[in-house]
């Protein structure tokens, strides 16, 4: 079944992966990330929602970090907000363009959703 293919990659990763690695998924992106135990907190896999570039690598240092779906789902709404995409226009206007981004590079070994 697709779910445990899934839940087997994700359990694989959290025991082999380093610390602060960063994997990608077959969603261009959308990241699995490995942080370390910090504090009680246990190590654990969080999603890195960071768009990327015309070469498939992520346009940020880092992205914007979903801990759990109970976060994921008070995010989306934020997101769905007409208000939120006004400002985001209105921001366009002000900002100056960024540079141009650099071409594509050889693909590397992702995660399957």
Not at 4 to 31: A, H, M, N, Q
């Amino acid at each position: 079944m697709r779910g445990d293919r899934l839940t087997e990659s994700l359990r694989t990763f959290l025991e082999k992966g380093s610390d602060w690695e960063r994997k990608p998924t077959s969603l261009p992106g959308v990241f699995i990330v490995k942080l370390p135990p910090y504090g009680k907190s246990p190590t654990r896999l969080v999603a890195e929602i960071n768009p990327v570039d015309s070469s498939g690598k992520p346009s940020r240092r880092r992205g914007f970090i979903i801990r759990n779906s109970d976060e994921f789902i008070k995010i989306r709404e934020l997101f769905a907000d007409d208000k939120l995409a006004d400002l985001l226009r209105g921001m366009d206007e002000v900002n100056p363009k960024g540079p141009e981004r650099p071409k594509p590079k050889p693909a590397e070994e992702i995660i399957e959703i």
